[in-house]
C-alpha cells in the first residue's frame, strides 16, 4: 500500500452527522487523492491536493471538504452525512502511478 | 464523467487462456494505466503506457495503446487462479495550472479464472 494508512477502516452513522476520514502517507507525495467507489460507477474523484493547502475539486465534490495541513495527513469531511454518502472511500497518492490504501467502508443510516 | 470504459464488464475463463480487457475514453491523453483490484481491497498499480508508445509490456501482461482509436487493450497470458479481480484503466491528464494531473478511472472488468 506504499505506505498509507486510511482511518477508520470501517464506520456507521446516522444522516446528519459530521463525518471525518482521515489519510496518512508516509513517503512525502505532493499530490493526494480522496475517490468513492460504488457499484457501477467505478472510482470516482472526490477532491485532490497538490501541496499543503492547496486543494481542488473533483467530479463528486458536492458534500464533501477536505484539508491538508501537512504533506502527511489528507482529511475528508463529511459535513452532514446523507445516504447516498454510503460508499468505500479511497485515498491515493502519487501523480503519474497512484497508490491506493486500503479503503474506509462508510455506511450512513 | 467517466473517461475510461471497459469492455466486457465481466470475463470468465479456464486457468491457462489468455484474457483480454478492452478500454475506450474520449480526449486526449498523456497516458493511460492499467489497475487491479482484488475484492475488498485498494487498487494497485500494473502498468502504465504513454501517449506516445503503442505497446507495453510487463511480465505477463502486454498493454497495446491506439491514440487514434482512443482506445487499449490489456492482455493477460496463461492466466491462473489468482489473477481473478477486477480490473480497471484510467487515462492520465494534465490540465494547465498548479493543480494540474488528475486520474479518471473506468467501471472496471471483472475477471474470473476458472482453476
Known amino acids: 500500500d506504499a505506505g498509507i494508512t486510511q482511518s477508520p477502516r470501517h464506520k456507521v452513522t446516522e444522516t446528519g452527522t459530521p463525518v471525518t476520514l482521515r489519510c496518512h502517507q508516509t513517503e512525502n507525495h505532493r499530490y493526494m487523492y480522496w475517490y468513492r467507489q460504488d457499484p457501477g460507477h467505478g472510482l470516482r474523484l472526490i477532491h485532490y491536493s497538490y501541496g499543503v493547502k492547496d486543494t481542488d475539486k473533483g467530479e463528486v465534490s458536492d458534500g464533501y471538504s477536505v484539508s491538508r495541513s501537512k504533506t502527511e495527513d489528507f482529511l475528508l469531511t463529511l459535513e452532514s452525512a446523507t445516504s447516498s454518502q454510503t460508499s468505500v472511500y479511497f485515498c491515493?497518492?502519487?501523480?503519474?502511478?497512484?497508490?491506493f490504501g486500503p479503503g474506509t467502508r462508510l455506511t450512513v443510516l | 464523467s467517466q473517461q475510461g470504459e471497459e469492455d466486457p464488464q465481466a470475463l470468465s475463463i479456464q486457468e491457462g487462456e489468455n484474457a483480454t480487457m478492452n478500454c475506450s475514453y474520449k480526449?486526449?491523453?498523456?497516458?493511460l494505466q492499467w489497475y487491479r483490484q482484488n475484492s475488498g481491497r485498494g487498487l494497485v498499480h500494473l502498468i502504465l503506457?504513454?501517449?506516445?508508445?503503442r505497446e507495453k509490456h510487463s511480465g505477463r501482461l502486454r498493454v497495446t495503446l491506439d491514440t487514434s482509436k482512443k482506445s487499449s487493450s490489456l492482455l493477460i497470458t496463461a492466466s491462473r487462479a489468482a489473477d481473478t479481480a477486477s480490473y480497471f484503466c484510467a487515462t492520465g491528464t494534465s490540465y494547465s495550472g498548479a493543480g494540474s494531473y488528475q486520474l479518471t478511472f473506468g467501471k472496471g472488468t471483472k475477471l474470473s479464472v476458472i482453476p
Open positions: 503506457i504513454r501517449s506516445n508508445e
Open positions: 491515493a497518492t502519487g501523480t503519474d502511478t497512484q497508490y
Open positions: 480526449t486526449s491523453i498523456n497516458n
